[in-house]
């Protein structure tokens, strides 16, 4: 059983209308609620204004898979929690940062770059699959078209990918690497670019495969306890000589 | 000095007006003439129909880079020839395949898989620096426009990338790998998308600035004589314990 | 089930006592053996003194994965079946090359390198798991020590790997980057070092379990019929303009 | 000119008598010595113990390549000049971190991972040329033997790097990536492992080669002021449709 942990900073939901209609119950229980009806995965949500920004020890270290959604609040996540998720991630548990999650705390950690790109709202979006081998993109096809989504383009600030699955198209001109895999310390990284607020995109069948493809693919084999950087003992004199 | 040959199938400038009017004196001759204008590069060039097509050994053995365009005639190259690129890519020599030597023997000998792809006559194309920090992007900016190309659309069956310089956005809806360097062996090859032979592609500045700089990142450092594969002694006994 | 064919050279085993004594039945019975044990796994074997070397048209096209071992007649390997396996590879066949198949046909066309390397018999080896959050690593624990093997060393002229999952030290001085991953069309390949003919590498459940990790590893979510290279229409107007 | 820095933590060597007879001008005084004898250099140092521990904004304003030597006092760097380094990596200065400054501040943070490892001091250190076609290996040959170096092992706990250029060898059972290279933002970045304050590797002509390689490498061809995220214009609807 993968344990996935939705967070959500779940304030557009709270106070813009617009963003009601799409999501009444807030991004995190509706991604919560197609990764429920998956065989072997179970799942919990933890939003920016519970305690402890509902990722408590305990929430974290029940969580296999850590599912990230944030947008204008990045600087309300305490240091603490930030440093905490980063940790657990280098320690093995996977984390899928979706869309304006590229400047989340945890996620810029990760990567030790600024992750700026360009953005318009409102354009066409074809994403390609690049690597119609990896697990991300299985069952997907040669793409995925989202009739309306905000434009992220290049050049998109982070370290090449070690596996490149989408490359975005937007009908205003622009290119983006919108599915992007890496790896940090034991723990699988996923970015995955569509889902903006007011549009629809978590409801698209195509793109809940691929979130559920991901968190499959970057559910961990081990989750250690503690890094460590051990003084270490020569291998036995009969072994080298 | 950086000794490149322009290697040209010249068959199309020989028999299409529309082509003819756009290099009338072969695409080679159009590169190598913005090459030998540049310091420390000198060039030589070799076309299809000439003996070895064009391609000696002591051609070879004088080249530091090799630049290729091919399009019709891919079949008529001879196996021996398309051997001795690239065994000479592989002891040293850079490689520099332009547009439809995508298809060419000796780039899908150095790539090992089919290098299909999706095509279609007549786009808009914008190439998007994905790299800014790669020396076959300096001076180029945030991206090239070409008013008409051909279309190159992904999937392009190749191998991920050593590095990723260019990702191409077209009008119809499509993006492609554009720009992709590989080593192979001590090789350097590039691969580089424009130019389709009723397009004036290699008339534009920019474009021409992205194939010299390719030339000078792809020169060798060294080219060695053979490649081996020796039997080897154990360090000797007091490095060991 | 994941349908694996397990070709040796088999000539070895044939005619030399000392691999007789280590290998009876020859290595592809011992791999063979140990992969029938594993749930969800089925297993059949060929050699090279087989009717076209055991790998018939129908027999390839009802392998997913097809590991290899070869040494002394790489060159008796008729291009024709290589060049099948090397297609079927790129549409979807994972590929497992053991040991001295560094130099087998299939691996040297899917690589685009010569794939040469140091080597002298009997030595020490230490694999260290280098991504222990690889699937290819699971329950190996920190590295693997081979008592005896022939040695490996670099420069091993190969293609930066997509995933360098081991890399092995050896008592006479040298290293090796001896567990490696690619992706070549829609296919994926692992080469794995250890397996010299007179060492009883095989037999170590450490290796077994590598092996049968990597089967998992490589076994395609597809094999398509045909790679194509189409010509494709523009997106409909509506969704560009 | 290559505007170089070299910092240096700067305290064994004001009382370890077994480091001061090694560099008895310190670290960084070693290093800057044979940078400034190469044309096209000019060197600067800076130390921890200085105010800002040397590193100004009018400091590193005018610095393209920081090389960085830390050991024992890593925490007592400052954030905000660990911030200000990190981010004018991302602006485009390259970057290299020797030695024990795998866990220094600006190091870490730009590879988003814990960066630990094994170590041992006294061991024999061989340094194995993976890439020969490198610019950082250029004239070093197959190898580099180091007699008494510290032992640093796998597994080494950073992001795949982008490209590897050596792995090291040691005599008590260790393989280490002891030579790799990132991107980062604009900015290259550069591990070379070698350097134990103890033992007199910064002396070592072949050592000195590859710094020196290094801050050829890693030196910019821009350094931008500002790292933007703008909101951009679509494409002119004359390109699009």
Chains 1, 2, 3, 4 share one sequence.
Not at 133 to 160: C, K, Q, S, T, W
Request: proline residues 6%.
């Amino acid at each position: 059983m993968i344990k996935v942990t939705v967070w959500n900073e779940f304030r557009h939901e709270k106070k813009d209308e617009e963003v009601i209609a799409v999501y009444p119950d807030g991004i995190h229980k509706c991604i919560a609620g197609f990764l429920e009806n998956e065989k072997g995965i179970s799942v919990k949500t933890a939003t920016l204004d519970e305690p402890e920004h509902g990722l408590t020890g305990e929430v974290l270290e029940n969580t296999d898979v850590l599912i990230w959604w944030g947008h204008m609040c990045h600087a309300e996540v305490s240091d603490e929690i930030a440093e905490k998720v980063y940790n657990r991630v280098l320690r093995g548990m996977g984390f899928i940062a979706l869309h304006s999650a590229h400047f989340a705390k945890p996620f810029i950690k990760l990567m030790g770059t600024s992750c700026s790109l360009k953005w318009r709202e409102g354009d066409f979006e074809r994403l390609w699959v690049i690597s119609p081998n990896h697990p991300i993109a299985e069952g997907i096809g040669e793409y995925v078209e989202l009739e309306n989504e905000e434009m992220y383009g290049e050049r998109f600030d982070i370290p090449a990918p070690d596996e490149q699955v989408f490359i975005s198209w937007f009908k205003g001109g622009e290119v983006f690497r919108s599915g992007c895999c890496w790896n940090r310390g034991l723990g699988k990284v996923f970015y995955f670019r569509p889902g903006h607020e007011t549009n629809p995109s978590y409801h698209v069948p195509q793109i809940q495969r691929i979130i559920t493809n991901a968190v499959k693919w970057a559910a961990p084999n081990q989750i250690i306890d503690e890094i460590l950087c051990p003084n270490a003992k020569p291998s036995p004199e009969e072994k080298r000589a």
